[in-house]
């Protein structure tokens, strides 16, 4: 196509886009000029949009495409499977060989005896039925009061009634949840840490708050604490060093579930197919995970449970009242069993484990620029904060949306970031080289010099 086929093409796709109700968005903004992308295909770590411009996916989708885009391995598989068994049902005694291959192939990868997978279809769903489990698990126990949950402020669980409860109240202004289960401790933000405390105090701190806070609650009304080892859309908060492992500790000596919300950050995005034991040195009560499952190809996620946790629920007389019409469907299990299999044969874990530093500290060289006050995460999981000022961390107004300004001037030089109030937050794809990493740190370069040019014209500096 020429150029004015490609612009009627995209204006075409933007008519028919006014029906789509968009995720996270501000609806009413999307009416304005160039307020969309139209994204049409993607190769590599690349995406190209309907214009045919290029951009190297510096979200990996949106965490989740961890082996790039165009694996052949994964769609053919997906279509071999389709053509030999498109759907059926895993309800009451049913079963197919794919949900069951890849229940097996989780339950020898994932920590301790963690054996036993539910499938479900997103993030959400798989946090959503951890809780229900655990409560369900705990009415069979005998212990029903035992309902609350633990959760941080920085938190994301998800988007569904139960799990955006669970999420920091930021992501839910104007809309209800099912709150009265959840109580919010403090974020272990290390950054944001009182003024004169060390990290170490700091985690002291935080573990003698959620000891406090589970005594005042009453651990008896207290059923599990979910926490991502690393937060992810709560501006990937890395926790202080041991902070995971005593509040586990903690946990275990009031009779209080631990959920490991892995969800973002399986399957290689810190260099494991599970970070939980393998980076923080926890085997939890119960692992979810979604994204990188199938990096995207496919909407699946699971829910895996301890061997403790199944006996209770799978002893007799119990009922398990709980199930989707697509869970493990065969078509997602497919992908991600082929996803796995990629993962394992081109040693994609190994290669985060090299790069990965390698990519923290190219981004850590933008801590020369007077508005990064942060740079942090873990491998190909980071995060920029900016500050009005370096010294004091004071913030910017959120009107100013900092983030917002990096993010569209990076998209201009052919980089999509994702924008996040006064941060921007990088997840690439896991087949990163080093030559993309470098660019990477140059387009974010160019960037936050013609942001503070920006802010700096309109008098906010």
């Not at 071999?80 to 339950?107: G, I, K, W």
């Not at 991600?336 to 190994?350: Q, R, T």
């Not at 896991?430 to 013609?450: F, H, Y």
Request: charged share 20%.
């Amino acid at each position: 196509m020429n150029k004015q086929q490609l612009n009627d093409r995209t204006a075409e796709i933007l008519a028919m886009d006014e029906h789509l109700v968009h995720s996270f968005a501000d609806l009413h903004s999307l009416s304005e000029p160039d307020a969309r992308t139209v994204i049409t295909q993607a190769e590599g770590a690349y995406v190209f949009d309907a214009r045919g411009e290029q951009f190297l996916d510096g979200m990996a989708g949106l965490w989740c495409v961890n082996v790039g885009h165009g694996r052949r391995e994964i769609s053919d598989a997906v279509a071999e499977q389709l053509n030999t068994l498109d759907y059926f049902s895993t309800f009451y005694n049913l079963t197919h060989p794919t949900a069951a291959t890849l229940a097996a192939r989780l339950a020898q990868l994932s920590p301790g005896n963690l054996n036993h997978v539910y499938f479900g279809n997103s993030g959400s769903v798989a946090n959503d039925t951890a809780v229900r489990i655990i409560h369900h698990y705990f009415n069979r126990l005998g212990k029903p009061s035992k309902k609350k949950i633990l959760s941080r402020i920085g938190a994301y669980h998800g988007s569904t009634h139960l799990a955006i409860a669970m999420t920091t109240p930021q992501y839910r202004d104007q809309w209800d949840s099912a709150d009265e289960l959840v109580h919010f401790l403090p974020s272990p933000n290390v950054y944001r840490r009182p003024d004169g405390m060390s990290e170490a105090q700091f985690c002291d701190h935080l573990i003698n708050d959620m000891r406090e806070q589970i005594e005042r609650l009453g651990s008896d009304n207290i059923a599990c604490f979910i926490a991502e080892p690393i937060m992810g859309a709560g501006g990937v908060i890395v926790p202080p060093q041991g902070y995971h492992a005593r509040a586990l500790s903690l946990c275990r000596e009031y009779e209080i579930l631990y959920i490991s919300d892995e969800v973002v950050t399986a399957f290689g995005r810190l260099g494991h197919m599970f970070a939980s034991e393998a980076v923080f040195g926890i085997v939890p009560d119960i692992i979810c995970t979604a994204k990188g499952l199938s990096s995207g190809y496919q909407p699946i996620s699971a829910t895996l449970l301890s061997e403790e946790i199944h006996d209770v629920i799978s002893a007799e007389g119990a009922r398990f009242l709980h199930g989707m019409t697509y869970s493990g469907h065969p078509a997602c299990c497919a992908a991600a069993l082929a996803n796995i299999d990629i993962l394992e044969n081109d040693g994609i874990c190994e290669r985060v484990r090299t790069l990965g530093p390698v990519f923290e500290s190219t981004l850590r060289k933008l801590l020369r620029f007077d508005i990064v006050g942060d740079v942090r995460g873990s491998h190909f999981m980071m995060a920029l904060e900016f500050v009005q000022d370096t010294q004091t961390k004071d913030p910017f107004a959120d009107d100013v949306a900092v983030g917002m300004r990096v993010s569209k001037h990076a998209q201009q030089r052919g980089l999509i970031v994702r924008p996040l109030g006064s941060m921007i937050v990088l997840s690439p794809p896991l087949i990163l080289d080093e030559q993309q990493i470098d660019s990477i740190g140059r387009v974010l370069s160019e960037s936050i010099e013609a942001t503070t040019a920006d802010l700096i014209s309109e008098g906010l500096r």
